[in-house]
């Protein structure tokens, strides 16, 4: 692989992580906050994609003789690179070709829920029902008891996982970092669930807190029940997972 092929290469990458992060490509694969970080990548390697080709192309191999050889050539052609090395282009085709959906029910009914011990928990915010996340629900009703929710009506937005034995659950995948490191965090459902829930499907359920909870099959890890005033279909959001 030559000079000019390096660039190109250089060129296609950057080119799709420029696309990815300047659309919502990118939250299927890494956090919110990264975005700037993938930008200014992505920036710096069509830069020297571009400056590159601009040296080859505008003299800046060595010098030629009268005879068309490079300074100091036998008048053999060099080897160019194995060929191989123009696999690396494959992944990038796939992120420029291929949409892959964020982790879902898949995922997260083959991984235990995760929690982590939290030591403080400021008190809700206000409104009646208060919006919060699941991790949020979750690690209030288990590791809190309860307490900093109270008689409060709170509304959760996830994805169905069905199969389980608490199920079915609602559940948001979390991320440390980047998809690579996504693990489920999930709440199961009792009360006025309406039966034939879909896995994957997005759901907002509006509800209570219930002392009940059930463990996880997979690690067993304690699961929170929320005990559901009404639920109702949503679309998936931009930003599928929680952080």
């Known amino acids: 692989m030559n000079r000019q092929a390096q660039a190109v290469v250089l060129l296609l990458v950057g080119g799709a992580v420029l696309r990815s992060s300047l659309t919502d490509l990118y939250l299927r ?4 906050g990264l975005r700037p970080f993938l930008i200014a990548a992505g920036a710096l390697l069509v830069v020297a994609a571009v400056m590159t080709l601009w040296y080859e192309f505008r003299g800046g191999r060595a010098a030629h003789d009268h005879e068309g050889h490079p300074q100091g050539d036998d ?6 690179g194995p ?29 235990g829920t995760a929690l982590q011990q939290v030591s403080d928990f400021p008190p809700l915010p206000a409104g009646d029902p208060v919006k919060i996340s699941v991790l949020d629900y979750a690690s209030r009703a288990v590791f809190d008891g309860g ?25 948001r ?3 440390s970092c980047c998809a690579a490191d996504a693990r489920p965090v999930k709440v199961a459902l009792t009360g006025e669930v309406p039966a034939g829930l879909k896995a994957d499907s997005w759901i907002e359920v509006t509800g209570r807190y219930t002392a009940k909870t059930v463990k996880d099959a997979v690690n067993g890890e304690t699961i929170p029940y929320l005990e559901v005033i009404d639920l109702a279909p949503v679309a998936a959001p931009n930003e599928q997972y929680e952080s």
Do not use: C
Not at 75 to 80: K, R
Not at 83 to 91: E, F, K, M, Q, T
């Open 75 to 80: 008048g053999h052609s060099h080897a160019h």
């Open 29 to 32: 694969y890494v956090k919110q």
């Open 173 to 175: 995948m979390v991320l």
């Open 83 to 111: 060929w191989v090395a123009w696999l690396l282009i494959l992944p990038v085709f796939a992120l420029l070709l291929v949409s892959p959906p964020a982790l879902g029910s898949y995922a997260a009914s083959r991984n």
């Open 147 to 171: 307490r900093s929710i109270g008689d409060r009506t709170v509304r959760l937005t996830g994805f169905v996982v069905t199969g389980g034995e608490g199920g079915p659950y609602l559940a």
